[in-house]
């Protein structure tokens, strides 16, 4: 996600060294350069301007810290201005689902067709149903949720909603396609009235600005459903002319927010970074994965982080704290006995950082420095840690134990038993070579020391 922008912002905001202060003639060339990374990333033309016209008004003239260097002073400036440009002037609970209405409390999801509208409902059925929903930051409890399709133009979706809602165990209204989806819009909210449903979620077709009987149509079911929440879905691969069209829709629906999807592509930036400013409401959720818990609450400061490649600790907290690891203690203390460190304790390594959203996510989310100075080679690819854990699985007790004595009729036998080839498995083992040096650097910190240390942090949130 971002990582051409995030490698340009990284590397212009490292030129800057031994000055006392930051001026126009040690900075002119910096900002020509993070105006070209902008645009490439698809910022529109406009708020590259007036992005930029913000940082030299708070940049020439500024002090530098004692503790810090010119360069740090200038990302600090940088990171504050990206905070406020993707909705961090809005306060702290911006992006806040608002459930303050008489229940049911009705989410509409509006937007053009194939951005991923269907499977953000069910997305944001699950993180719903796990008592994620927060008010002034305090969790509200779980809800009641009820799950509707009422695109009748895509038959398809009802049973894609249908089998969604049922993985995650949330009802589903079962609508007619032969009724017109003004009719099943009456018909669900009368149900969940009868049925006391807190949240009622309604996927709507995927429709053009330019098609006037379809707007007429989603204006129409906004006036009977009485949304609480209008968040229109935007597929962020698309850049800045998706976010655009919610100029359009918002003529003639009351949008509150935008939920972008598809952020774990090789996307640009520029929705991202332009949703607030284009759309006038808050960007509330990211999509970061096709899995059904791949929906994250979006926070301004966290995602400017990233691209600054600051890396988003956070979050990591916040899985860590989420996911059962209790095996990590003991873990840890056979990583320390680097000479009792095995292919068991291996597994579990690659299990652990899987509950923390996998290698990929962990690197994503660590500040660029510490992967590129402290992290050794390990391979980032999630593909990997599904092979490793099968090739692992079949191996035997005293493999596991001994993986020196994996030799050629063995590993044609393993790579059998896990559906893998025999590069796979030699791949595994250099690995596990790798990791064994890193658990011998391990006091001067290492993959272990910063699972342990996300481990102690999330007791304090």
Avoid at 204 to 209: D, E, F, H, W, Y
Avoid at 242 to 257: E, M, R
Avoid at 400 to 407: E, G, L, P, Q
Wanted: one cysteine or more.
């Amino acid at each position: 996600m971002f990582d051409s922008l995030t490698s340009k912002m990284s590397h212009v905001l490292k030129r800057i060294r031994g000055e006392a202060r930051l001026t126009e003639s040690n900075t002119k060339e910096m900002f020509r350069e993070i105006r070209i990374a902008l645009l490439e990333a698809d910022v529109p033309l406009q708020l590259v301007k007036i992005f930029i016209d913000n940082l030299k008004s708070k940049s020439f003239g500024s002090d530098v810290l004692d503790s810090l260097n010119p360069g740090q002073t200038l990302v600090g400036i940088v990171h504050k201005e990206l905070t406020s440009i993707m909705g961090g002037d809005l306060g702290e609970y911006s992006n806040e689902l608002s459930l303050s209405t008489t229940p049911p409390a009705v989410i509409m999801f509006v937007g053009l067709q194939g951005v991923g509208k269907t499977t953000t409902v069910g997305k944001m059925a699950y993180w719903l149903s796990k008592d994620n929903h927060t008010r002034f930051g305090k969790k509200t409890g779980k809800k009641k949720i009820l799950t509707v399709s009422v695109d009748t133009c895509r038959p398809s979706a009802i049973d894609q909603l249908r089998i969604l809602s049922e993985q995650i165990d949330i009802d589903f209204f079962h609508s007619n396609v032969n009724n017109s989806s003004i009719d099943i819009t009456k018909d669900v909210l009368s149900y969940a009235k009868k049925h006391y449903y807190d949240i009622v979620l309604i996927d709507t077709a995927g429709r053009l600005a330019v098609d006037e009987v379809m707007m007429n149509e989603i204006e129409a079911l906004s006036a009977i459903a009485k949304p609480i929440e209008t968040l229109f879905v935007v597929d962020a691969m698309q850049g800045q002319d998706s976010i655009n069209t919610a100029k359009s829709f918002s003529n003639k629906l009351p949008l509150t927010g935008v939920v972008l999807t598809k952020l774990d592509g090789d996307v640009r930036g520029g929705a991202a970074l332009s949703a607030r400013q284009i759309t006038n409401v808050p960007l509330k959720f990211i999509g970061i994965s096709e899995k059904l818990d791949g929906l994250e609450v979006f926070s301004p400061d966290r995602m400017a982080r990233r691209i600054l490649g600051m890396g988003d600790i956070l979050s990591l907290v916040e899985k860590a704290k989420n996911s059962d690891l209790s095996d990590i203690s003991g873990m840890i203390g056979k990583i320390k006995a680097s000479d009792k460190f095995n292919l068991n304790d291996f597994r579990l390594q690659i299990l652990q950082m899987k509950k923390l959203g996998g290698i990929e996510g962990i690197l994503e989310s660590i500040p660029s420095s510490f992967r590129s100075n402290r992290m050794l080679s390990f391979d980032q690819s999630d593909d990997f840690v599904r092979k490793a854990e099968a090739i692992i699985n079949s191996m035997t007790v005293e493999e596991r134990v001994k993986s020196d004595i994996i030799k050629s009729s063995r590993k044609r036998r393993i790579a059998n038993g896990a559906g893998v080839s025999i590069q796979d498995i030699n791949r595994l083992l250099s690995q596990f070579d790798k990791t064994n040096i890193m658990m011998k650097k391990i006091k001067k910190g290492g993959l272990a020391k910063m699972i342990r240390s996300i481990k102690s942090m999330s007791s304090l949130f």
